[in-house]
């Protein structure tokens, strides 16, 4: 694509199709439907961090009064081992399986033990209170260094460390390692005029979505099986349900409700096995609602992680070695991004010598799900904090000293491949130049810099453009809109097809509707979903301009299509007026049937995003309480469809990042029961805390998006962690290593200055 | 939540009665006013009553007047009316501004002065700008009123005065006269939505020399339940709240403070947070006792 | 020959060998000769990692052509939220 | 024993049978099948419930709806008329102050009665009165924006 195109409708920035629905109450969200004769479901969650089930007593829950089904563990099949693919990012069915409902082990309070459905919650709540459950508790594994610690308990007694060179001879809390590494780092340590080396942690976070998690199930005598939920992903949902209950994927229809929000949470599956199989044994719809706490408890969070970094830098700020150890709290079950985080940290930058080391680590806590550029804001926090340092010690500008070190296209990247065009040098520039950065600085408020990085993906898509017979257009696809991807949908069909924006309706449909599309996550809709949209619209001008070519007794290569229509090509000589969409879809009947354009993909070049963030915090140097004061997020978008929806995703990944820096985390009592498990203390920031949050959309555009897509949605979460951090480690004139920064860890840091 | 029944006696003899007869019964009551704390504990299961009687019918409980000398609030009043109130926030902006931490706008739509009182959290934001404020609380009894301070009212965690079939019926307080004013500031995290882990409240007035003729200083969320500091108040008298004075304050109520440490923050920095919202807090009343306050 | 660079932490399974010169025109042909000599490996890659053909991460590389000058990588699985 | 509760929603009279222990907001979802109130949290600290009784702003979650017996209650899906949306409504779309709009139907019921308490709020005003209203897509500067940009139109000022 060229950066000359010309757009007529990308790039504007009109209302949303599901706009009204949403600002009326009429848009549909997970807890929102209902069947006839529907049962309400409730979950029995243990009491116990980790613990052994040594029997569980259902018979006075299943007399209770309303009560119609009552599930535990050993209704559902054992599942075997195997990779879950596409977008959800590491994971196992068979530990999948475990942490939808435990079978002879707890690995953490509030791990699911039973469900029970009855006529109404408050009998299905009487009832769970009815089921005996005998534990024998285990220890409990609270902290990385408890859990590698030698003579640990075991989370999981056959669990065996993978990636070691040599294989593992004893089972451990360790899941698995990951090495990357490069060049000579002792020499490059040599080389080093200055060597920052410190310790950075971040605390278990959760993504916070204000919609909990909510499905209704129904199986029929058939074995049929209809689910409506609140997901990111109806067909993930589909696969992991139905490998978990051990059915046919074809026997479940999986039905998207509207979602109030997910960041990755809402990637996997925790009440859609437990509602159908209740709804099996029943007869009858389950629907089946999560409370807060159960979210708190049962569903997310973000790994915790402890960095150990080490960087070499020469006089003049160029990275001469750089060293990282990086452990991720896993949760219950293996699959930590850690991964993902091995190939972040030190990607914003070139660097010859470097060693990186990854550990995915057991604790008794909920299985890490995916929170937006899973594993990136933990291990940029660790680089891009040592790289402010770094400038300060150095006396270097922390934007200049970022300019000496960035990658740009044509780079290797440290995990591997060739970089192709990138924007973190023109998001450098611009926040040099931003009037953020060159206006003077209040009294006693400090500035922090960070860059942010996350890869984007590609993954399945699918997309029909059905032509109606006015030539308005419908577009089906199958990625439920978490914010405002129909609006993109629609300006990019507009755009291809040449009709208005107005024109265009688009349908996130269900597993029996639309074709096969991998979840709304890793920043993939836009582009993903995006081509295969444009894709379908490209069919339908192929058929329109074969139609037209047939029309006017003339060959295919001698029309072409403009503006919306058919035109004969310049000089070819025909007697023809332009056909534009709509004359062509009025007579469709007539000429082979109805204009259906379809495309489906595993889409290829996805285009990494950069960031750069800018955070002014000021310091009550009294009580430790950061107030921050002014945050401006610069960011890569490639190509932004509808700039609104871009700046929102800036501005709403701005201020997770902000929260995740000052004041969220679990707080855990020493038996592992989580202490803060609902708004009121798990403290994610309200409108009151925040300014404005400045936005500025750099665009160098993706080659592999025919529009110059990237994706936009994860990358905004990164930079701030450090940016914050980096602020306040300014205006407190102390360095700040460990998240969050709340007023008593502030204080006390004061107190050491 | 369990079970229970629902009433809403719309006179006070009919609320008397009703208390009376349940007593007899031995019903677990519960009075119901805003809400806003008793749903949530009754939705996790913390409280478990018989019957739930909602008192915001009684006409006594929604009363908001100023007879010359006192202020009275009913005691289910709900938030956003009573610092809505003309006088309160005129002579009284330190307690308005205590009401206005109660919770969301949402919570200040129902929540109530007596409600916030009656759950006696030791954080409760506005139990330590009443004390200071030399409020009282006036109780129905079987027999007719009483009345406490509120400073006695609040016997512990969650834990009030009212005997079985009394009810808090209204706060009442002397209207400040002229070089006075009062101050509450809490301490939490975020700005807003949050539970403090130190409250503040101090009501000063000067005498026509400028001098601080009376000092009432209160804390919440460093004791079992918020109380008086009169040392902290003591220190202050005399002076005219100089640096050192409000030294000398802090000093007294970090002593008089016995924090716990939980999630919200340990003893040793909710102690010392404690300091330094006193001196905030006292030099905020002073400001008040000379630019405004009364009127 | 296409040069198939080892991810650091399978070196092991390949005698220690960080890039790989392999005879192949394509995904399949050039997994079939790593197969052969390195059963490990080949078995280490196909379940844990992306396959990354000159700079560009593919999900779905069993129908992809292989040039003589091509530059392979393979990855840890990327997901996202 | 079940409470009979005849009271007025969105200015139409209604009336129900519920259990003593039931809230507004399953009455409003449940019994009358107005779900546009979400409930984000049970403990009023999200607002997500957001509802007007007798004029004033509570949360649905924690209100029980035998108290509403002769009183009138005001939800999101009175808000607009069939005509027209709210200038809120209409200005949330217009800057996008929403993304998975879940929170949305009680940002617009807080936000209405703020501006008709106080037509010409500051930021500040606005962003603390909105407090209780949790967003977690946003980063809340559109729906500040939007909510100033509807007072000014409601002002007559050119928004």
């Given at each position: 694509m060229s950066e000359a195109m010309d757009f007529k409708v990308i790039g504007t920035r009109p209302i949303r199709p599901d706009g009204v629905d949403k600002v009326t109450g009429r848009a549909s969200f997970g807890a929102d439907f209902s069947l006839p004769g529907m049962l309400e479901g409730a979950v029995l969650r243990s009491p116990h961090a980790h613990a052994r089930i040594k029997s569980i007593k259902t018979?006075?829950?299943?007399?209770?009064?309303?009560?119609?089904?009552?599930?535990?563990?050993?209704?559902?099949?054992?599942?075997?081992?195997?990779?879950?693919?596409?977008?959800?990012?590491?994971?196992?069915?068979?530990?999948?399986?475990?942490?939808?409902?435990?079978?002879?082990?707890?690995?953490?309070?509030?791990?699911?033990?039973?469900?029970?459905?009855?006529?109404?919650?408050?009998?299905?709540?009487?009832?769970?209170?009815?089921?005996?459950?005998?534990?024998?508790?285990?220890?409990?594994?609270?902290?990385?260094?408890?859990?590698?610690?030698?003579?640990?308990?075991?989370?999981?007694?056959?669990?065996?460390?993978s990636g070691l060179p040599e294989p593992a001879t004893a089972p451990s809390n360790l899941a698995s390692v990951i090495e990357m590494g490069n060049g000579d780092l002792e020499a490059g340590f040599a080389e080093a005029a200055l060597i920052i080396e410190r310790r950075y942690q971040t605390p278990t976070v959760h993504q916070g979505y204000i919609e909990p998690h909510a499905c209704v199930g129904r199986w029929g005598q058939d074995d049929q099986a209809m689910l409506w939920c609140c997901t990111q992903g109806a067909f993930d949902v589909r696969s992991m349900t139905a490998k978990v209950l051990g059915q046919p994927v074809g026997s479940l229809k999986v039905i998207p409700s509207e979602i109030g929000g997910g960041f990755g949470g809402k990637t996997t599956v925790y009440l859609e096995p437990l509602a159908l199989q209740l709804s099996k044994k029943s007869g009858r719809p389950?629907?089946?609602?999560?409370?807060?706490?159960?979210?708190?408890?049962?569903?997310?969070?973000?790994?915790?992680?402890?960095?150990?970094?080490?960087?070499?830098?020469?006089?003049?700020?160029?990275?001469?070695?750089?060293?990282?150890?990086?452990?991720?709290?896993?949760?219950?079950?293996?699959?930590?991004?850690?991964?993902?985080?091995?190939?972040?940290?030190?990607?914003?930058?070139r660097i010859a010598n470097f060693r990186i080391k990854g550990m995915d680590v057991l604790v008794n806590k909920p299985k890490a799900a995916a929170y937006r550029a899973p594993g990136a804001p933990q291990a940029l926090f660790a680089t891009e904090s040592a790289m402010d340092e770094a400038a300060e010690k150095?006396?270097?500008?922390?934007?200049?000293?970022?300019?000496?070190?960035?990658?740009?296209?044509?780079?290797?990247?440290?995990?591997?491949?060739?970089?192709?065009?990138?924007?973190?040098?023109?998001?450098?520039?611009?926040?040099?130049?931003?009037?953020?950065?060159?206006?003077?600085?209040?009294?006693?408020?400090?500035?922090?810099?960070?860059?942010?990085?996350?890869?984007?993906?590609?993954?399945?898509?699918?997309?029909?453009?059905?032509?109606?017979?006015?030539?308005?257009?419908?577009?089906?696809?199958?990625?439920?809109?978490?914010?405002?991807?129909?609006?993109?949908?629609?300006?990019?069909?507009?755009?291809?097809?040449?009709?208005?924006?107005?024109?265009?309706?688009?349908?996130?449909?269900?597993?029996?509707?639309?074709?096969?599309?991998?979840?709304?996550?890793?920043?993939?809709?836009?582009?993903?979903?995006?081509?295969?949209?444009?894709?379908?619209?490209?069919?339908?001008?192929?058929?329109?301009?074969?139609?037209?070519?047939?029309?006017?007794?003339?060959?295919?290569?001698?029309?072409?299509?403009?503006?919306?229509?058919?035109?004969?090509?310049?000089?070819?000589?025909?007697?023809?007026?332009?056909?534009?969409?709509?004359?062509?879809?009025?007579?469709?009947?007539?000429?082979?049937?109805?204009?259906?354009?379809?495309?489906?993909?595993?889409?290829?070049?996805?285009?990494?995003?950069?960031?750069?963030?800018?955070?002014?915090?000021?310091?009550?140097?009294?009580t430790g309480q950061v107030q921050v004061k002014a945050f401006t997020a610069i960011q890569d978008a490639g190509k932004a469809i509808h700039p609104s929806y871009v700046e929102g995703q800036l501005q709403g990944g701005a201020v997770q990042g902000i929260g995740w820096a000052l004041n969220e985390e679990y707080v855990y009592s020493p038996e592992g029961v989580m202490e803060n498990a609902g708004f009121l203390d798990y403290r994610i920031p309200v409108a009151s805390d925040l300014p404005m949050i400045d936005t500025q959309i750099i665009e160098v555009p993706n080659p592999g998006h025919p529009y110059g897509v990237r994706g936009v949605g994860e990358t905004p979460i990164v930079a701030p962690l450090a940016a914050v951090a980096n602020a306040v480690s300014a205006s407190a004139g102390v360095r700040m290593t460990e998240l969050p920064l709340s007023p008593p860890r502030v204080l006390e840091a004061l107190d050491q200055a | 939540?369990?079970?229970?029944?629902?009433?809403?006696?719309?006179?006070?003899?009919?609320?008397?009665?009703?208390?009376?007869?349940?007593?007899?019964?031995?019903?677990?009551?519960?009075?119901?006013?805003?809400?806003?704390?008793?749903?949530?504990?009754?939705?996790?299961?913390?409280?478990?009553?018989?019957?739930?009687?909602?008192?915001?019918?009684?006409?006594?409980?929604?009363?908001?007047?100023?007879?010359?000398?006192?202020?009275?609030?009913?005691?289910?009043?709900?938030?956003?009316?009573?610092?809505?109130?003309?006088?309160?926030?005129?002579?009284?902006?330190?307690?308005?501004?205590?009401?206005?931490?109660?919770?969301?706008?949402?919570?200040?739509?129902?929540?109530?002065?007596?409600?916030?009182?009656?759950?006696?959290?030791?954080?409760?934001?506005?139990?330590?700008?009443?004390?200071?404020?030399?409020?009282?609380?006036?109780?129905?009894?079987?027999?007719?009123?009483?009345?406490?301070?509120?400073?006695?009212?609040?016997?512990?965690?969650?834990?009030?005065?009212?005997?079985?079939?009394?009810?808090?019926?209204?706060?009442?307080?002397?209207?400040?006269?002229?070089?006075?004013?009062?101050?509450?500031?809490?301490?939490?995290?975020?700005?807003?939505?949050?539970?403090?882990?130190?409250?503040?409240?101090?009501?000063?007035?000067?005498?026509?020399?400028?001098?601080?003729?009376?000092?009432?200083?209160?804390?919440?969320?460093?004791?079992?339940?918020?109380?008086?500091?009169?040392?902290?108040?003591?220190?202050?008298?005399?002076?005219?709240?100089?640096?050192?004075?409000?030294?000398?304050?802090?000093?007294?109520?970090?002593?008089?403070?016995?924090?716990?440490?939980?999630?919200?923050?340990?003893?040793d920095f909710r102690r010392r947070i404690c300091g330094v919202l006193v001196k905030r807090v006292v030099a905020q009343a002073l400001e008040r006792c000379t630019t405004g306050g009364a009127k | 020959m296409a040069k198939v660079h080892v991810p650091f932490d399978l070196r092991h399974l390949a005698e220690g060998a960080a890039v790989l010169e392999l005879r192949g025109s394509c995904y399949r042909s050039l997994m079939a000769v790593l197969r052969d000599r390195y059963p490990a490996l080949e078995a280490a890659l196909v379940r844990d990692k992306a396959f990354v053909l000159d700079g560009e991460i593919l999900d779905s590389p069993l129908l992809e052509a292989v040039a003589p000058d091509s530059e392979i990588h393979f990855l840890p699985r990327l997901g996202g939220g | 024993m079940k409470v009979h509760v005849q009271t007025e929603v969105n200015g139409e009279a209604v009336e129900f049978l519920c259990d003593p222990t039931t809230t507004l907001l399953e009455v409003l979802r449940d019994n009358l099948g107005l779900r546009g109130s979400k409930e984000g949290c049970g403990t009023g600290d999200?607002?997500?419930?957001?509802?007007?009784?007798?004029?004033?702003?509570?949360?649905?979650?924690?209100?029980?709806?035998?108290?509403?017996?002769?009183?009138?209650?005001?939800?999101?899906?009175?808000?607009?008329?069939?005509?027209?949306?709210?200038?809120?409504?209409?200005?949330?779309?217009?800057?996008?102050?929403?993304?998975?709009?879940?929170?949305?139907?009680?940002?617009?019921?807080?936000?209405?009665?703020?501006?008709?308490?106080?037509?010409?709020?500051?930021?500040?005003?606005?962003?603390?009165?909105?407090?209780?209203?949790?967003?977690?897509?946003?980063?809340?500067?559109?729906?500040i924006r939007a909510v100033l940009d509807a007072a000014a139109e409601m002002r007559g000022e050119a928004a």
């Open positions: 018979d006075a829950a299943l007399a209770a009064p309303g009560v119609k089904a009552v599930v535990t563990g050993a209704d559902f099949p054992q599942v075997a081992a195997g990779a879950i693919e596409g977008g959800e990012g590491g994971g196992d069915f068979a530990d999948l399986a475990g942490n939808v409902i435990a079978r002879g082990k707890v690995r953490y309070h509030g791990h699911a033990v039973a469900a029970v459905a009855a006529q109404s919650r408050a009998q299905a709540l009487a009832a769970l209170a009815l089921i005996e459950v005998e534990y024998e508790p285990l220890p409990a594994v609270l902290s990385l260094d408890a859990a590698l610690a030698e003579s640990a308990p075991l989370i999981d007694e056959g669990l065996m460390t389950v629907r089946m609602v999560m409370t807060r706490e159960e979210v708190f408890r049962a569903t997310g969070p973000a790994s915790a992680a402890t960095i150990d970094l080490r960087m070499g830098f020469s006089q003049d700020g160029k990275i001469t070695a750089a060293e990282a150890t990086m452990a991720y709290e896993a949760g219950a079950f293996p699959g930590s991004p850690v991964g993902p985080g091995t190939m972040c940290v030190f990607a914003p930058y150095l006396g270097i500008d922390p934007i200049e000293l970022r300019l000496r070190n960035a990658v740009e296209e044509g780079d290797s990247a440290i995990y591997g491949p060739k970089f192709g065009p990138i924007g973190l040098r023109a998001c450098l520039e611009a926040a040099a130049a931003h009037p953020h950065y060159t206006k003077a600085k209040d009294a006693g408020v400090g500035r922090g810099v960070a860059v942010g990085f996350w890869f984007n993906v590609g993954l399945q898509s699918s997309a029909e453009v059905h032509i109606n017979e006015d030539g308005t257009v419908t577009v089906i696809e199958g990625n439920p809109d978490i914010g405002g991807s129909r609006a993109s949908m629609a300006l990019m069909a507009a755009e291809t097809l040449g009709v208005p924006y107005e024109s265009v309706r688009v349908v996130v449909a269900d597993t029996e509707t639309a074709g096969f599309s991998n979840v709304t996550g890793g920043s993939r809709v836009t582009f993903a979903t995006g081509m295969a949209v444009v894709e379908a619209s490209k069919d339908i001008i192929a058929q329109c301009c074969s139609r037209a070519a047939s029309l006017w007794s003339t060959d295919e290569d001698m029309v072409e299509w403009r503006d919306g229509a058919v035109h004969p090509r310049p000089g070819v000589n025909v007697e023809a007026t332009p056909l534009s969409l709509k004359d062509l879809a009025g007579q469709a009947g007539r000429m082979g049937g109805p204009l259906l354009g379809k495309a489906s993909l595993n889409a290829r070049g996805a285009g990494p995003g950069f960031s750069v963030n800018l955070c002014d915090a000021l310091v009550d140097q009294e | 939540m369990q079970g229970f029944a629902y009433e809403a006696p719309s006179s006070l003899d009919a609320l008397r009665a009703r208390l009376a007869a349940a007593q007899g019964a031995g019903e677990l009551t519960q009075v119901l006013a805003g809400g806003t704390d008793l749903l949530v504990q009754m939705k996790q299961g913390q409280r478990a009553p018989g019957l739930i009687l909602d008192i915001k019918r009684v006409g006594e409980t929604q009363a908001l007047t100023v007879d010359g000398e006192s202020l009275t609030i009913g005691a289910s009043v709900p938030a956003a009316k009573a610092k809505a109130f003309p006088l309160v926030a005129e002579a009284f902006p330190g307690l308005a501004h205590a009401i206005d931490l109660i919770g969301s706008s949402q919570i200040q739509g129902r929540a109530s002065l007596g409600g916030n009182l009656c759950n006696a959290s030791p954080a409760g934001d506005t139990i330590p700008a009443l004390i200071a404020n030399g409020f009282e609380a006036q109780i129905l009894t079987a027999g007719g009123l009483r009345t406490l301070p509120v400073e006695a009212f609040v016997t512990g965690v969650g834990k009030n005065a009212l005997a079985s079939g009394e009810v808090l019926l209204a706060l009442k307080a002397p209207v400040p006269g002229p070089r006075s004013g009062d101050a509450y500031q809490r301490f939490t995290p975020r700005t807003e939505m949050d539970i403090a882990v130190v409250g503040v409240g101090a009501r000063l007035t000067l005498d026509d020399a400028g001098v601080i003729a009376s000092a009432r200083i209160a804390l919440g969320a460093v004791a079992p339940q918020a109380f008086l500091a009169e040392a902290a108040g003591a220190a202050l008298v005399g002076t005219r709240g100089e640096p050192e004075a409000l030294e000398a304050a802090a000093a007294a109520a970090m002593a008089a403070a016995k924090p716990i440490s939980d999630k919200r923050g340990s003893a | - | 999200c607002g997500a419930c957001s509802v007007e009784l007798d004029g004033a702003l509570a949360c649905s979650c924690l209100i029980l709806a035998a108290e509403t017996q002769g009183r009138s209650v005001a939800t999101i899906e009175g808000v607009a008329t069939p005509e027209a949306l709210h200038p809120l409504q209409s200005h949330l779309l217009k800057s996008a102050g929403l993304q998975c709009g879940v929170c949305t139907p009680g940002i617009v019921v807080a936000a209405k009665h703020l501006l008709e308490q106080d037509p010409n709020p500051t930021e500040e005003a606005v962003r603390y009165f909105l407090a209780g209203n949790l967003c977690r897509c946003t980063g809340y500067d559109k729906i």
